[in-house]
């Protein structure tokens, strides 16, 4: 019997759960397709140089979490050179951008990539050493309008699309602006100040963070410092108006194409490359590490790394914690019964009554509101319970032509009460 296991950190995913990642990934193909995106791969290991003149030697990544070796010289004509596998794909991409000159288009790049990434943290649920990420990006010269607040705004249009089709529900944007290179250079330096007397109290990461990069204090996770951290100064504070003119728009649009989103003024992401908008999609069936992707702005990447101007916004989704989520929706749906029948009146408690029976009979599960209850207590009610909602009032009595909700969905519609069983025998999802 063989000792060798998988190494700390990775794992070996086995039918049938490599179909719900096929899934992911194929609605994610679809989706991205919709919004004119194409495919690039670029290689799992780079140059060193390119992530720590582009993620920041002062990071998490750089300085703790990457896998970096040395390639050895085997001819004398040749040079040792320090390569690293993959912790994020953005560099690669910006670096593939330049190296094959597609600035020179003069058009709008948007490609998406699907591959693995590596990073040594500490593994624990949903966080491997070997992770493979989703993610897209769009970059151009600035005729080109990649620097425009609607390049954000769809691409959090089309993230927002892309979890609905995967079937998550109840996710939450947070978005945020981190200003230009001259704000953020402003705002580290109100910053450093503000720490100087708060540091000492707090871990020691955050000790090292205030003297070499004060914006990381920002992305603490340790409980005990939160407090420190909302007494901080807001970088908002920090912005000229050009930033708060393309953060505005940026919501404008947001708000015309009916995207939800929350303001959090301390997301300020963890890689340095970061300009503007900056923003992550969380939900709350992951626990404390509640984020399901993350990305932003970073329209001095390309100069960084020895390139042209070439402004971009882009994001990376975890595919584990995809996964995890929607195997935790479809457990709780799973649990769920079938329909919850919402009367709107004691008056009808009979009827829905009798209509309960009558579901229950053809093999449905049912769960029976009260007529004393208030609409928004039987949605409330419903929204725990059931996949389904049936609201039976006096029209629906009287027609025969009953609402239903579904809410995996959100969609109402009015079905029949002869085919009333059918309907809500179907998948909620369809």
Not at 73 to 88: D, I, Y
Not at 103 to 125: A, N
Not at 206 to 228: G, M, S, W
Not at 384 to 405: F, H, N, P
Request: aromatic content about 6%.
């Amino acid at each position: 019997m063989s000792n060798l296991k998988a190494v700390r950190g990775t794992r070996d995913l086995l039918p049938p759960e490599t179909a719900l990642w096929n899934r992911i990934e194929a609605t994610a193909r679809r989706v991205f397709a919709r919004y004119n995106f194409g495919e690039i791969r670029t290689p799992i290991f780079e140059d060193t140089a390119l992530f720590s003149r582009s993620v920041g030697e002062e990071t998490d990544i750089v300085s703790k979490e990457m896998y970096t070796f040395e390639d050895r010289a085997r001819a004398q004509s040749e040079k040792t050179v320090s390569l690293t596998l993959r912790p994020e794909n953005t560099a690669g991409v910006v670096r593939a951008y330049i190296e094959h000159k597609l600035g020179e288009t003069g058009q709008l790049q948007k490609v998406y990539y699907i591959g693995p990434q590596f990073r040594r943290e500490r593994p624990q649920k949903g966080r491997y050493r070997q992770f493979s990420q989703i993610g897209a990006e769009v970059i151009g010269p600035p005729p080109a309008g990649s620097e425009s607040p609607i390049r954000d705004a769809e691409v959090l249009e089309m993230l927002a699309t892309l979890l609905d089709e995967l079937g998550i529900s109840g996710w939450t944007l947070e978005i945020n602006s981190v200003g230009s290179a001259a704000d953020r250079a402003r705002y580290n330096e109100v910053l450093r100040t503000a720490l100087v007397s708060v540091a000492p109290g707090m871990c020691p990461d955050c000790q090292r963070r205030a003297v070499t990069n004060p914006l990381r204090v920002l992305d603490c996770k340790v409980p005990e410092d939160q407090p420190i951290i909302e007494t901080l100064p807001k970088i908002v504070d920090s912005l000229d108006e050009a930033s708060k003119a393309h953060f505005a728009a940026v919501l404008a649009a947001l708000d015309a194409a009916q995207v939800p989103y929350t303001r959090n003024y301390r997301l300020v992401r963890g890689l340095d490359y970061y300009t503007r908008t900056t923003f992550e999609f969380t939900h709350g069936g992951l626990g404390a590490q509640n984020a399901l992707l993350g990305g932003g702005r970073y329209d001095g990447l390309s100069e960084a790394i020895g390139g042209p101007k070439a402004p971009g916004i882009g994001f990376a989704m975890g595919e584990d914690r995809l996964v995890l989520t929607l195997q935790a929706l479809e457990a709780a749906a799973q649990q769920k019964v079938d329909a919850y029948i919402a009367p709107l009146g004691e008056n009808l408690n009979p009827a829905a009554l009798a209509l309960a029976r009558e579901l229950r009979r053809a093999g449905l599960s049912i769960d029976l509101g009260d007529g004393s209850f208030r609409l928004k207590k039987s949605f409330e009610s419903a929204d725990k319970t059931a996949r389904r909602m049936v609201i039976l009032g006096e029209d629906e009595l009287q027609s025969g032509i009953l609402t239903v909700k579904t809410f995996a969905t959100g969609l109402q519609s009015k079905v029949n009460r002869a085919e009333l069983a059918t309907y809500l025998s179907t998948p909620a999802s369809e």
